[in-house]
């Protein structure tokens, strides 16, 4: 331990010496306290938390991962580059207590400036809100709604794999069915299709959505909903919300704008049975404008329980995105391992374009095979015309499909790899109000804060172990 915290010391030195790492560090504490004055939020109490908990903290956290980036490469390939490395290597310290000291020297670093950070932010927040010339009940409502820690319950969907079946057999039977498309492709298009229908709302019709919710339900809870309407620009949506617990209804009238989250309250909620129960949420249409609405099958009707607090959810946000720099830190001390400073930095570059692009990555990847190549192969197609007939897509070559199967292997694998890195959303959800489940963070703890850095680790010994570290590195 001694010499892993030696081999960290003195890492922490070069660190602070760097100068691309102050100045990354001093526009982190800019963002933390600085970007909350330069940006102007929406003119509501939610859009001003936001805009502190998303976007400032958001922005700090990026810069920190090019910090841990960029000084984990400089930790080994710059020492190796200046030779300053072969002066450990050639003393009787194990190769994996030097990868160690490296990354746990960037690990205090992380874990001193996130505090600072979270610091900061929390403050700036509590005193631009009390500075805040927003109403009492808006504000007691955001803090209620975003300043809070709710825990999203979500109706299953019904089960239509039989009327899906039907369907398309049925579409089969007339020759309604496109040629050269999968059937999967197909099935998915159904089911999408009768969803879409079964969570359509006429005008004077309803829909009910079914919660499992647990015993000892909250007096205070929250129905979040987002409904579309067929009546093109802002006409209202006018309905009626009826919350169904046991014997008890409790109902709200409603007027929003379609397209837009709303949060409807509820207070002194009946106490249920010590076992699980079902509570039902029937939404009215009354039929203004004679439009339909329109639910998303997933979340566009969504019971929210409040469990926790804001500081335990604001706490819990903090440890996730310091594992996330825990891992970040271990790939860039591995690039350094691997590669030479200008090689190393290349890598960190293209994983943060990776990054930028996460959400594309994460929804290309997560569509089976055949729908991908069915919707990208007839980019690559060219067109064909009948006389003067209008010019019609010609079928996907060979090519063209092939080039789309390699490109969904390409999406897959990298989502698959990177997956930890693409996929954490706790800030948003920090940021809505969302309880982020401890569960959640226990397994980020496992992930990317200790069997991912010990496989990098264990790669990086090798490395050290086998590579001739005394010649200039060639790649």
Same mark, same amino acid.
Request: hydrophobic share 50%; with cysteine.
């Given at each position: 331990?001694?010499?892993?915290a ?6 922490l ?19 933390a ?8 939020h ?5 859009g ?16 920190l ?9 400089a930790?080994?390939s710059?020492?190796?580059d200046d030779?300053?490395l072969?002066?450990?290597?050639v ?9 160690l ?10 874990a ?6 979270g ?13 805040s010339?927003?109403?009492?009940? %808006?504000? /007691?409502?955001?803090?209620?709604t $975003?300043? *809070?820690?709710l825990?999203? @319950?979500? =109706?299953? &969907? !019904? ?6 079946q ?24 159904i ?6 229908? %079964?969570? /359509?709302i006429?005008?004077?019709? $309803?829909? *009910?959505?079914?919660?499992? @919710?647990? =015993?000892? &339900? !909250?007096?205070t ?21 009826d919350?169904?617990?046991g ?13 837009t ?13 010590d ?6 949420a ?5 039929g203004?404008y ?6 998303d099958?997933?979340?566009g009707l ?8 804001f ?7 903090l ?6 720099l ?31 692009l996460?959400?594309f ?9 055949a729908t ?17 007939e209008?010019?019609?897509p ?10 789309a ?16 890195l ?13 309880r ?25 010994t090798?490395?050290?172990k ?10």
């Amino acid at each position: 331990m001694n010499q892993i915290a030696a081999i960290a010391l003195l890492a922490l030195r070069n660190a602070l010496r760097s100068r691309v790492i102050l100045v990354l560090l001093l526009l982190v504490l800019a963002a933390a306290f600085l970007l909350p004055h330069a940006i102007r939020h929406d003119g509501t109490p939610e859009g001003l938390i936001r805009l502190h908990l998303a976007y400032s903290l958001g922005i700090a956290g990026f810069l920190l991962t090019l910090a841990s980036l960029w000084a984990g490469c400089a930790a080994i390939s710059q020492e190796a580059d200046d030779k300053t490395l072969q002066l450990v290597l050639v003393k009787p310290v194990p190769r994996l207590r030097i990868w160690l000291g490296k990354w746990l020297a960037l690990l205090l670093i992380n874990a001193l400036l996130l505090t600072v950070v979270g610091i900061l932010d929390a403050v700036t927040l509590q005193a631009a809100l009390r500075r805040s010339q927003f109403e009492p009940e %808006a504000l /007691a409502r955001a803090r209620q709604t $975003t300043l *809070a820690a709710l825990e999203p @319950v979500q =109706a299953p &969907l !019904p089960d239509i794999k039989t009327e899906v079946q039907a369907e398309y057999e049925a579409l089969r039977a007339r020759h309604l069915l496109p040629e050269n498309v999968p059937e999967s492709t197909l099935l998915d298009s159904i089911k999408r299709t009768l969803l879409a229908r %079964a969570y /359509a709302i006429p005008p004077g019709g $309803t829909r *009910a959505w079914r919660f499992q @919710v647990p =015993a000892h &339900l !909250p007096p205070t809870f929250f129905v979040q909903f987002k409904a579309d309407s067929s009546v093109p620009g802002s006409a209202e949506i006018q309905a009626r919300l009826d919350v169904h617990i046991g014997g008890h209804i409790m109902s709200r009238e409603i007027d929003a704008m379609p397209g837009t989250r709303q949060m409807l309250l509820f207070t002194n909620s009946p106490s249920l049975s010590d076992t699980a129960t079902e509570i039902s949420a029937v939404f009215s249409n009354h039929g203004a404008y004679d439009a339909t609405l329109f639910f998303d099958p997933t979340d566009g009707l969504v019971l929210r329980l409040p469990r926790g607090t804001f500081s335990g959810n604001y706490l819990r946000a903090l440890a996730s995105l310091y594992l996330r720099l825990a891992l970040f830190a271990a790939l860039g001390v591995t690039f350094g391992t691997l590669f030479s400073m200008p090689v190393a930095t290349f890598l960190t570059l293209v994983l943060i374009l990776i990054l930028q692009l996460s959400g594309f990555i994460s929804a290309s990847a997560q569509v089976d095979r055949a729908t991908f190549v069915a919707n990208v192969a007839p980019f690559g197609a060219g067109a064909h015309s009948h006389g003067d007939e209008t010019e019609e897509p010609a079928p996907p070559s060979p090519l063209a499909r092939a080039t789309a199967t390699v490109l969904y292997y390409t999406y897959r694998g990298t989502w698959l790899t990177l997956r930890p890195l693409l996929e954490n959303r706790s800030l948003d959800d920090l940021s809505t109000g969302t309880r982020l489940p401890p569960r959640d963070l226990l397994r980020d703890l496992w992930q990317q804060g200790i069997f991912l850095p010990l496989l990098l680790a264990g790669l990086s010994t090798l490395v050290l172990k086998r590579r001739e570290w005394a010649l200039p590195a060639v790649n």
